[in-house]
């Protein structure tokens, strides 16, 4: 933040504030009287970046590796090596307006030439209050709140909201087969659905935008899908409290899979255009590297730690839902680049249409919802026959249900790696406090161990390998 | 040498010539780019299962058309940080070459049989070209260089840090291409022997053999092609302006028509390159007549040879990401240069050859096993400079990291 003395004649008529000189020396004004703030500044405070000769070594540490827990002679060492004197770098800000920062991610990169030396993500332009919203709603009004959160994949929030408030009611054995399977498919179509998002995504920011347009019109199919089903193509408070909000339309087995079929057949195309194109190869492989030790010490999940080769997925490591009864295969690379963050998500949309496919076939029929009064509100057909039904329908949804005293953590497998859910319950019908663990947020950490040494064209291509969502890192 | 128009003096039928001339060139263009505009958004919505534009005239035929007025009622802003006058002038720079270019190129006349492509209008000949001057091929190398000028000042001018990296993109690329794009030239002047457009067509007249894409033996033609696409800052070189890096590059600054010009000037390049390589590899406007006036059909023949580039660019955009910065000039250096600069070695090899009386066989035989010399000698100099360059780099102490039961260490 500079804050630049200067003055301003009201009557000089000089259209440029910024270069107002003193008029014909009439008054000197003393530099520490005026103090107009840069009209082109904008300000973050203590998270923007600052120039190598304001900042300390211990900040200089901070930001390229405490979580390394480097040494400071190393840090000293990294700083060193590639700084150049103050005249030969340029701090430059991308976003939160940029095309490519997917959404209102805000980087301050410093730049030699084009080659990046140092980044820092700012966030909060997304900032909501989400999770201090959920604090004034009630457990079933909670998963309309999570929606919103990664919108992207929408599926997932609700279900990590509503096992944790399952797992607090302890009613989590008593859900019906039908119901678990029913969330499982969904997720995975979900997963199909935001991956194909970053297909898109990612071409748009190589400039392909062709695969852009090619990854949002399969995904739509997708969520049209999810419209027969929940009544809304995103932010579908499907995955409820107690099971899901509806059973499955009629004929959804042929709809899906046709929908799948067209899929698999639309993934060879996208391979051909995309994956064995000889210029993306060249901008993505070697591009963006963590190995894996520094991505588990920075937090990394999904597709950014499995692309380094470690085996983690909740899915099979930690199996809620159905998993353990489906066949799939965790899908891991090898050199962390972002081709392979790439590749690990195109392979993992194969493994969701196996998944899905399973799920066609072995759905277990039955009830949809756990058949507990207190939690499930009655059938609609009851309400017109029973008074008691009315005014037990009428006090689940305005007061809620009371949610025993405790407090769980949940984690799900979404498209960005572990998605956690935090609860904490007073005994009354809302959560005491609710804290979402959210994979963009902390996939966003690796962003300046990536960018180190590369181009700029390269941190556009590293910022969308990362696959962020700004809803889920701002909540 | 020249325009045979000018050959008897200035008198008033001479102006009324050149100034009818000049009218058609600049509307041949402007309405090209126009067309191009649609074209270019039609095929690839096309490509890309879309209905691209459909509102503004039959088939969204009006649609650029609705959106230049637009430019021109918009708001024209500049920055405060900005250099005003260049800031102003870079707009000019850039769409000026784009024009000039173009007067040297022969739309039309018939090139078979006895006729050289004159025409004789009101008592004087000429040729379908608004100017021949006997350095065609210069003046064509002189106007793509100043272009240049235009994307560089007007980053530079604009005060601000992405247009700053539009223009240092832009001098750096542009100027390296420059060169593979003269090498190649000089190969098809070399057959042609001549600078001059009209002579480069002439000379090519007859069958599809006779094109110097043939006769250059197809390698200039690529080299030219991709030097070109370069040149014009076409998908995928589009890194001068690269929307999604640095957010428009030159032109992130500008508003209103000045924005639009750039945009004009972008459509017109692509147009005169296009129609530059049809004059220089593909015969210009020369083709069969099978009935009806032969002139007619030289038109004809110029318009289809252009659409097909055109399409060729709105392809490449389609289909392509993005080259990365280093990854344009490696190409340009390490592949394009030699390889141009080496078969023009070779074609004047053979030239002289034949001048000569040597067999032709030998020498290209010995001509090839100089060249693969050559190239082994370039790709080992290459790796030892990119060793060397390794040895220079320290890895990254991240990278050495190890993860034990405590955390990383």
Redesign the interface.
């Known amino acids: 933040m500079t804050t630049t003395p200067h003055t301003h004649a009201p009557d000089a008529g000089d259209v ?4 107002a000189g003193e008029p014909d020396g009439q008054r000197t004004v003393d530099e520490t009287d005026v103090t107009v703030m840069d009209p082109y500044a904008t300000y973050e405070g203590a998270q923007e970046m600052r120039s190598r000769s304001e900042i300390s070594a211990t900040e200089l540490l901070r930001e390229s ?1 405490a979580v ?3 040494s400071e002679a ?2 000293a ?2 700083s060193e ?1 590639t700084a150049g004197s103050e005249d030969e770098t ?1 701090i ?2 991308m976003g939160p307006q ?3 920062t997917h959404g209102v991610l805000r980087l301050m990169l410093e ?1 030699k ?2 080659e990046v030396l140092r980044t820092k993500p700012i966030i909060g332009y997304l900032h909501t209050g989400m999770e201090k919203t959920a604090e004034e709603l009630t457990y079933l009004q909670g998963t309309t709140n999570t929606t919103r959160m990664d919108y992207l994949s929408p599926m997932f929030n609700e279900l990590v909201f509503a096992l944790a408030t399952e797992e607090l009611l302890g009613v989590a054995d008593e859900m019906p087969a039908r119901a678990t399977w029913i969330r499982m498919f969904m997720c995975e179509l979900n997963r199909i659905a935001s991956h194909l998002l970053f297909f898109a995504t990612n ?9 852009m ?2 990854g949002i ?1 399969e995904r739509d199919a997708l969520l049209r899908f999810f419209e027969q089903v929940s009544g809304l193509r995103m932010n579908h408070n499907y995955i409820r409290v107690g099971g899901v909000a509806a059973d499955l339309p009629d004929g959804w087995q042929e709809g899906v899979s046709a929908i799948l079929d067209t899929l698999e057949r639309k993934l060879v195309e996208h391979d051909e ?2 994956s064995g ?1 000889p ?2 190869h ?2 993505s492989q070697g591009v963006g590297i963590i ?4 991505a ?2 920075l937090g990394a999940t999904g597709p950014t730690l499995r692309a380094t080769g470690v085996p983690w997925d909740l899915r099979r490591d930690d199996p809620y839902l159905a998993y353990d009864e489906v066949d799939f295969d965790v899908i891991v690379g090898t050199h962390g680049d972002t081709f392979d963050r790439y590749a690990v998500r195109m392979s993992e949309i194969r493994e969701s249409i196996r998944i899905a496919r399973q799920c066609i076939e072995g759905m277990p029929a039955g009830d949809w919802r756990i058949q507990d009064k207190k939690v499930t509100p009655p059938p609609r057909a009851r309400i017109d026959e029973s008074m008691e039904a009315l005014i037990h329908h009428f006090k689940i949804f305005t007061e809620g249900f009371r949610v025993p005293e405790g407090e769980v953590y949940v984690a799900v497998e979404s498209p960005r790696g572990e998605l956690g859910c935090y609860l904490v319950s007073d005994g009354s019908a809302k959560p005491y406090r609710m804290h979402i663990r959210g994979p963009s947020f902390v996939n966003i950490q690796t962003l300046p ?1 990536l960018m ?2 590369g ?6 291509a590293v910022i969308s390998s990362i696959d962020p969502v700004m809803g889920e890192v701002d909540r | 040498m020249g325009d045979p128009v000018f050959n008897g003096g200035l008198d008033l039928g001479v102006l009324g010539i050149v100034a009818v001339k000049a009218l058609i060139g600049f509307t041949f263009v402007m309405v090209g780019v126009i067309f191009m505009i649609w074209f270019e958004r039609k095929i ?1 919505a096309d ?4 209905v691209g534009p459909d509102r503004a005239g039959k088939w969204g035929l009006l649609q650029t058309l609705a959106d230049g007025i637009k430019l021109i009622f918009k708001e024209d802003l500049s920055p ?2 900005s250099d005003r006058l260049v800031y102003r002038l870079a707009p000019y720079l850039s769409v000026a070459p784009a024009f000039l270019t173009f007067t040297i190129v022969p739309i039309g006349g018939v090139f078979r049989g006895d006729d050289d492509g004159t025409l004789r209008v009101l008592g004087n000949d000429t040729f379908l070209q608004v100017a021949d001057p006997p350095v065609g091929v210069l003046f064509l190398l002189a106007m793509s260089a100043v272009a240049v000028y235009g994307i560089m000042l007007a980053g530079w001018s604009s005060g601000s ?2 247009p700053l ?1 539009g223009s ?2 832009a001098s750096a690329s542009m100027v390296s291409y420059e060169a593979a794009l003269g090498l190649s030239v000089v190969a098809v002047v070399l057959l042609s022997g001549s600078l001059s457009t009209h002579e480069i067509v002439s000379s090519q007249a007859g069958s599809v053999l006779d094109w110097n894409i043939v006769r250059t033996g197809f390698v200039p033609f690529v080299v030219f092609l991709i030097a070109a696409t370069a040149e014009l800052n076409r ?2 070189f ?2 001068v302006e ?6 428009g590059g030159f032109h992130t600054e500008y508003s209103s028509i000045r924005f639009g010009m750039f945009f004009l000037a972008e459509f017109m390049n692509t147009i005169t390159m296009s129609a530059i390589m049809v004059t220089l590899f593909l015969g210009g406007p020369d083709g069969p007549a099978p009935i009806g006036p032969p002139l007619l059909w030289s038109f004809f023949w110029f318009t289809i040879k252009l659409l097909a580039f055109l399409f060729l660019f709105v392809w490449l ?11 344009l000039m490696d190409l340009g250096w390490k592949q394009l240069i030699p390889l141009s600069l080496g078969w023009l070695l070779l074609l004047g090899a053979i030239q002289i050859g034949r001048d000569e009386g040597w067999n032709v066989v030998v020498v290209v035989l010995v001509g090839f096993g100089i060249a693969v010399v050559a190239a082994g000698g370039l790709l080992g100099a290459i790796r030892v400079a990119d060793r060397r360059r390794d040895a220079f780099a ?1 890895p ?4 050495s ?3 034990t039961d405590a ?3």
């Open positions: 440029e504030p910024d270069r590796g390394l827990r480097l190393a840090a060492e990294l090596a340029m430059i800000n940029h095309p490519s730049l030439g084009e071409g748009m920011d190589m400039a392909s935008t062709t695969s347009i090619f019109r255009l995309f194109q210029i993306w060249g901008r190995g894996p030790e520094a588990v010490a161990h180190k040494g181009l700029m064209a390269d941190a556009v | 690839i490509m890309q299962s879309r405060d940080r840090k992405y990296l240092v993109r998908p995928p589009d890194l690269a929307e999604q890096e640095i957010v955009r389609a289909a392509l990401p993005r080259f990365r910065y280093d990854q320290e990254l102490p991240n990278e990291a190890e993860l955390g990383v260490r």
